[in-house]
């Protein structure tokens, strides 16, 4: 299949197909609706779709491969647009269910908007794919301790660490829990190899 | 022969009452020029072509691969077409209709819903499938082009804009 590319004015959009809340062009919930819109149609057809809405233009382009299509979305998670990559992520997710980035990222990107529950599902299955991705551990460990399911989350930390010795971000977070139940002695040593591995990490 | 009246009648349909700003109204008349030769030229070739097309792909299977190929980049310069604007100046939504059209003709033709997606989107489909009727109700013989596309214009509400020339080689 020739690659997709169309830039559609947003004016031109039927905003019919979208539900009600949705339907007042340039706002938060019309972008995310006309997302998820494409994403779904394309996605219903076997494809991967990058969607993007500015306040002149929706733009579609389609995407062959899971690495091509994670660089745009990374792009936007790099740059904090978390709300905006979500949707394509979400997409990618069902798109390519067994990439270990696609599970990951998308579990960080719920993590940040709140989703907890969603998230550890989302990096569970990314530890399922790629059981030593530390990363995708501590992701566990954060949001299970942002729940205040602490056994859950000194277990996720210690399995990231386990990972990983050298992933500062897992020492940090392994040492901030048991600093919170007041285990100072064990923290201790992680801090000091976060300190060590991150030395400009404020 | 395309007519004057032709670009007039774009001009009109492009800017549909907006009040322009000093830009739009610069450039309103090369856009609606480029407009009403562009609706012309569809009218012209796509309900004619769209019949050659069903007559390859059901009497020449050996050329499916270079048709939907072709298909392929006809379909890519109709949504380029279609979604032109200029600021607030955009495509007129009835005459874009010729390429949802197509976009329909050709997931019909090849077995798949995919280039129409984009038309549904722009709310589009429904006139597109009023000239994909048309079409299937003319029969489909070249001593019909003219009547097809008539009809095509009828429906279009381009019948002013062209006048029927005899041949001359």
């Known amino acids: 299949m020739r690659p997709l590319f169309v830039r559609i004015p947003v004016q031109s959009f039927d905003t019919a197909l979208l539900p009600p809340e949705a339907r007042r062009i340039g ?32 733009t579609v382009q389609s995407l062959q491969s899971a690495p091509e299509a994670m660089a745009p979305v990374l792009e936007l998670l790099n740059a904090g647009r978390i709300r ?7 997409s990618l997710a069902e798109r390519f269910p067994d990439d270990v980035d696609v599970r990951y990222n ?29 990363r995708a551990w501590t992701g566990i460990g954060v949001a299970q301790a942002r729940l205040r399911r602490t056994d859950e989350a000194l277990a996720a930390l210690n399995r990231a660490v386990a990972a990983d010795p050298g992933d500062g971000y897992a020492h940090r977070n392994l040492g901030a829990v048991l600093s919170g139940q007041k285990r100072f002695a064990e923290a201790l040593p992680h801090f000091r190899e976060a300190l060590h591995q991150l030395p400009d990490d404020p | 022969m395309p007519l004057p ?27 609606a020029a480029a407009v009403a030769d562009w609706a012309l030229m569809q009218l012209r070739s796509l309900p004619v072509g769209m019949r050659i097309d069903q007559w390859i792909r059901d009497t020449i299977p050996v050329l499916r691969s ?14 380029e077409a279609t979604t032109r604007a200029i600021g607030r100046l955009t495509v007129p939504r009835h ?19 995919w280039y ?36 095509w214009a009828g429906a279009l509400g381009m019948r002013g804009w062209y006048r029927w020339a005899p041949y001359r080689p």
Do not use: C, W
């Open chain 1, 84 to 90: 905006e990559a979500l949707p394509m992520l979400e």
């Open chain 2, 95 to 113: 005459l874009a209709a010729t390429n949802a059209a197509h976009a329909l003709f050709a997931d019909r033709l090849l077995g798949r819903e």
């Open chain 2, 66 to 79: 270079q048709q939907e190929e072709t298909i392929a980049e006809i379909q890519q310069q109709n949504l």
């Open chain 1, 27 to 58: 706002s938060a919930e019309f972008k995310d609706a006309v997302i998820r819109h494409f994403a779904r149609e394309y996605l219903d057809k076997g494809e991967t779709v990058l969607v993007t809405v500015d306040d002149e233009a929706i």
């Open chain 1, 106 to 134: 998308l579990g960080i990107a719920l993590s940040e908007l709140g989703r907890l529950d969603e998230a550890i599902a989302q990096l569970q299955a990314a530890v399922a794919l790629q059981p030593n991705h530390s």
């Open chain 2, 116 to 151: 129409a997606i984009p038309y549904r989107a722009m709310g589009l489909t429904d006139d597109g499938q009023r000239l994909l009727s048309l079409l299937d109700d003319v029969p489909p013989d070249p001593r019909h082009d003219r009547e097809l596309i008539d009809r």
């Open chain 2, 5 to 31: 009246d032709a670009r007039a009648a774009a001009r009109e349909l492009v800017a549909a009452g907006m009040p322009l700003t000093g830009e739009e109204q610069s450039v309103l008349g090369p856009f």
